[in-house]
């Protein structure tokens, strides 16, 4: 059975820290792949780039890794995405053990998840976590808590984090400034020639 690392999100834009800490899961629970699913319209997010542009721009940072895949189960629906029917149909599709990727700051926003529990038996958390982070006994809390009401299972890796945000680099992009090595350059060009996040 593939062993399938999930890592969602808006990737407005995707940038280095992504495909880094997805490379290095990857290779820390030695997982066959990892499918980037871009969001379509979140219930959290509200994105002024369309799905289509994102996903482009998720499909040019990975073309030259096989082990990197992308999905357009959330970008194609049109509707709000809702992790626990992504999985179901991503597992439709590509049967396996899945490891959802999320950051430690997203331990404290699972037990708002639609159906968490119905997804926990779904998936298995991995939580990126900084080597430095101070508030460990916080996240030990709140991974007890999420044990004892939904039955969630969240391993937590130490890695490597990339200390940039896309709202960071948008802000950069919009007064022209550089964002080289920040994001690879063919998505860099990619947004030059669509004139991405000028106007934000």
Known sequence: MEKIGILGGTFNPIHYGHLMISEYLRDELNLDKVIYVPTGYSPHKINSISADIRYKMVEIAIKNNDNFQISDVEAK?????????????LKENHPGEYFFLIGSDTIFQLKTWRKLEE????????????????????????????????NTQITIINGPLYQVSSTELRD?????????????????????????????
Do not use: C, Q
């Open 77 to 89: 629906s049109g509707e709000i995405s809702y992790s626990v029917n992504t999985v179901k149909k």
């Open 119 to 150: 997804l926990s038996k779904e998936v298995h958390f991995v939580a990126a976590l900084r080597p430095e982070y101070l508030e460990i006994d916080k996240i030990d809390e709140e991974i007890k808590y999420l044990k004892k009401n939904f």
């Open 172 to 200: 950069r992009i919009k007064t022209k400034k550089s964002v080289r090595y920040l994001i690879p350059d063919e998505v860099i060009r990619f947004i030059r020639e669509n004139n991405l996040y000028r106007d934000e």
